[in-house]
């Protein structure tokens, strides 16, 4: 009679185990569920970065003749032994605004670089011919955290990255990510926007944050199971002291019997 009641009790742990683990359909993993056999979609998803506050800029503004663009380009140190000067980045202040050599103040917070190109064209129309205008944003990182397989910050060496791209630097989602309601936290020059994306419709390739923007921050929900798992973990070690005390019982009594 005892046997059978210690039988059932152990029983009674394992089922209860059991229980806790939840399993995960298709329906919660595949992404873009909706995209048919040789669909063709057509994206009206147009995107340009633009400038933000706090953006570090790399500018060089060239011509035929090196000596006349020189002024227009901040560089450290003077030039010794033949070697130029390490040329210097531009950081966007709290009014939007870079200091331009010779230019002053010039705001282009909100501008693209081709916008920016532009303005710096004409107002170097005075004192240039044909100046020759390289932009490049140096600050152009993302974060991805949450439930993906290496989260974190990373930099991006190109103009543009769409969440899939972020997504996959981070080794993709983890199988306790929740697809359909990722996270893009995005800010504007203080204002912070959060927008949500379905990764498992196909419709979220035009989503306004398919594109992101510098220090876009992507996060992945956990699902259910992955919440209970860190319950488990962080009751782990009663579960093992009521294991071991059910085992050693166990033990005990059989060898009475």
């Known amino acids: 009679m005892i046997r059978k009641s210690v039988v059932k009790l152990c029983s009674l742990f394992i089922i209860s185990s059991l229980l806790l683990v939840s399993c995960a359909s298709k329906k919660d993993v595949v992404y873009f569920q909706n995209a048919g056999d040789y669909e063709t979609i057509v994206s009206d998803n147009s995107h340009t970065n633009k400038f933000k506050i706090d953006d570090v800029i790399s500018i060089n ?8 663009s020189m002024p227009f380009n901040l560089f ?15 950081i966007i202040d709290k009014n939007g605004d870079i200091d331009f050599p010779v230019l002053g103040a010039i705001k282009i917070v909100g501008l693209s670089p081709e ?54 630097l981070a080794g993709d989602l983890t199988i306790k990510g929740i697809r359909q309601n990722v996270m893009v936290i995005r800010d504007f020059n203080g204002t912070k926007v959060y927008t949500r994306i379905d990764l498992t419709q196909k419709e979220s390739l035009n989503s306004p944050v398919y594109y992101l923007t510098q220090n876009d921050i992507v996060y992945v929900e956990p699902n259910k199971s992955a919440i209970t798992s860190s319950a488990l973990d962080n009751r782990a070690s009663i579960w093992v002291s009521i294991a071991s005390v059910l085992i050693t019982s166990t033990v005990l009594i059989l060898t009475r019997q």
Not at 77 to 84: D, I, K, L, T, V
């Open 61 to 68: 503004v060239s011509t035929l003749d090196p000596q006349a």
């Open 76 to 90: 450290k140190g003077a030039e010794e032994g033949g070697f130029r000067p390490e040329q210097l980045d531009y």
């Open 115 to 168: 916008e920016t190109k532009q303005l710096l064209t004409e107002k170097l129309s005075n004192y240039l011919k044909d100046p020759i205008i390289n932009i490049r944003l140096k600050n152009f990182t993302i974060s991805v955290l949450g439930e993906v397989a290496r989260p974190g910050t990373y930099p991006v060496n190109g103009e543009q990255i769409t969440v899939l791209e972020a997504i996959g």
